[in-house]
């Protein structure tokens, strides 16, 4: 038997501030589906995933798998704008930077 199997999935767990980061994502794709005048079904077809996993993704559900969040985006015409995660990492150069003095 594969040692995966026995694996237990880890539930995600986010605070209050971060769900709604994820909520205003899911109503952010909501908004631009209606806006192209697609239906649910259109996009879950489209996108090859089920009707259930897209109404996930337009509540903000952070359990949903980034493909299938990506594969929405990309129906809607929107895949560059996955690009822009985490695209200025102003913390992070500071960091860096700031190793660089040393």
Do not use: C
Request: aromatic content about 10%; charged content about 30%.
């Amino acid at each position: 038997m594969n040692i995966l199997y026995f694996m237990k999935k880890r539930k995600q767990v986010l605070f209050p501030k971060h769900k709604k980061i994820f909520y205003q994502l899911g109503e952010n794709i909501k908004l631009a589906r209606k806006r192209r005048n697609l239906t649910m079904v259109q996009v879950s077809d489209r996108a090859k995933i089920s009707r259930v996993t897209l109404s996930k993704i337009e509540k903000g559900d952070p359990t949903v798998v980034m493909g299938a969040y990506f594969n929405v985006l990309r129906v809607l015409g929107l895949q560059n704008d996955f690009l822009q995660i985490a695209l200025d990492d102003k913390f992070g150069r500071k960091l860096q930077d700031f190793k660089l003095l040393e």
